[in-house]
């Protein structure tokens, strides 16, 4: 045998190889929401599928995932070589968190919140609406970089770019559930509602709501407020106002009832798009889905 010959039959032993299928992984907690990354160490293969064992999957090679919600999953890897594959499955092991969560997957990115049990009525009117799925597919409808962004107008589901936006909700409202201890800090979660006259308790919307962006807070203007709106903050809201800045002019006006505790980027990117003059996007930020954390 020539050695051109021996080398094309070399080549097509090697191109008959099957492709072997085998990845690592690492996760900053094992508490939902759990962000895993995936190291694909397979070899010999030139394409992959993933089965992430939640029903989802990706066929990135070096994929992110995120699980909302805790239990076992089994994960798949296929490696794929022209027509061979191989397959291999590893279980991973997610806790429920002990804190009432709330997982938000919006078109910029993921949120994670805290919902507070000092604003019970607020917290499961959010968690039932949430496991009815009502904010899947809503938008952003206004946002204001430095103020906050506001969304749960179930009437911007589809909506034209061009419709206004903001009275929708559903048929009741929320009792105020006003706390100093929960203040308008930078990603603090709180509830919209109409002003003046007609809502003279200062009543909630029953699903609208907007999360705070802010800007830089100084002592000064703490101790202002405090004297102004009979407010005692204590020293751990003041360090936190100082720290992340806020709107807290809002405080005692509008229910707080919880704070974002994981995806600062994503509402950065949020507040940073831009929109109109009625404040509204010019090309829809969507909210994809609401997912109590389990």
Known sequence: MTRVALFFVLIGMFSCARPLAKFDYSQEKTVAPAKISFTNGSENADSYMWDFGDGTTSTEADPQHTYALSGNYKVTLTAVKGGKKTT??????????????????????????????????????????ADEDFYKDLVFHRIISGFMVQ??????????????????????????????????????LAAARTGGPSNPTKMSSGSQFYIVHGKEVSGSELDNLELRKGIEYTEETKIQYQKLGGTPFLDMEYTVYGQLIDGWETLDKIAGVKTNMSDRPLENVIIKKVTVVK
């Open 88 to 129: 291999t499955k590893e279980k991973i092991s997610i806790d429920a968190p002990k804190e009432c969560l709330v997982f938000m997957e919006t078109s910029m990115g993921d949120m994670t919140f805290k919902l507070y049990d000092q604003t019970p009525k607020h917290r499961d009117n959010f968690l039932k609406l």
């Open 151 to 188: 969304g749960g107008d179930p009437n911007s589901r589809g909506a034209d770019i061009n419709k206004p936006l903001g009275s929708g909700g559903p048929s009741y409202r929320i009792d105020a559930e006003f706390n100093p201890g929960l203040a308008h800090v930078k990603g603090a």
